[in-house]
């Protein structure tokens, strides 16, 4: 009967959406390691990778295979670093080649092969976001946000006061006694909870 037929046809785009892939294009850094070695980079964008693989850069093509990681003609620059930090690129670049197991969950991206496995955290996207110079003074200063804490001082101009910044800024870890010029991006923040700050920099 007709009815019988339409069944399967009124399902098969629902089975088609569940079949998509989840996207795995962005920029990612992979999640705090227990070496004081700068972290991997990897950026997926149409079916091109590249990043930074421990001492060098690293270019080529991917595609993905039912949650594997398929990387063609992988390229690098040549630096030489220590032996250590060639020792640790090697064994990603070794990963990247033997069709690891990909997943995301959130902003998390993660490689896996056998007992190795690699997290990075999506970072975000700047093409939105402002461009701003600031001075961070040498000191922090006790401040009350969500809870008590060490505050950056922070200023647009040398003539300015300082302002308290209730928040960090990522990827800069200062060193106390020393003040900086910054050239920073400003993100605004959708809905930030009370006492945090609109803005990420």
Not at 32 to 60: H, I, V, W, Y
Not at 94 to 120: A, W
Not at 149 to 165: K, N
Not at 175 to 196: F, S, W
Request: proline letters at 7%; aromatic letters at 6%.
């Amino acid at each position: 009967m007709p009815t019988k037929s339409l069944i399967p046809l009124c399902l098969l785009p629902l089975l088609i959406a569940c079949q998509q892939p989840v996207s795995v294009q962005g920029e990612y850094t992979q999640l705090t390691t227990a070496t004081a070695q700068k972290p991997l980079r990897l950026k997926l964008e149409d079916g091109r990778l590249s990043g930074f693989t421990g001492c060098n850069n690293a270019m080529g093509n991917y595609s993905l295979d039912r949650g594997e990681l398929v990387v063609s003609q992988l390229a690098s620059t040549m630096m030489a670093c220590s032996p250590e930090i060639m020792q640790r690129e090697q064994q990603f670049s070794r990963l990247l080649q033997q069709r690891p197991r990909i997943s995301v969950d959130g902003k998390i991206l993660t490689l896996s092969k056998d007992d190795t496995v690699y997290q990075f955290s999506l970072q975000p996207d700047l093409s939105n976001a402002s461009t701003r110079l600031i001075y961070v003074a040498p000191e922090r200063k006790a401040c009350t946000g969500v809870g008590k804490m060490q505050c950056l001082q922070v200023r647009d101009s040398a003539s300015d006061d300082w302002q308290l910044h209730y928040d960090e800024i990522e990827g800069f870890t200062p060193e106390p006694g020393i003040e900086y010029r910054l050239r920073i991006k400003e993100l605004p923040v959708v809905n930030p909870p009370a006492d945090a700050p609109a803005k990420r920099w």
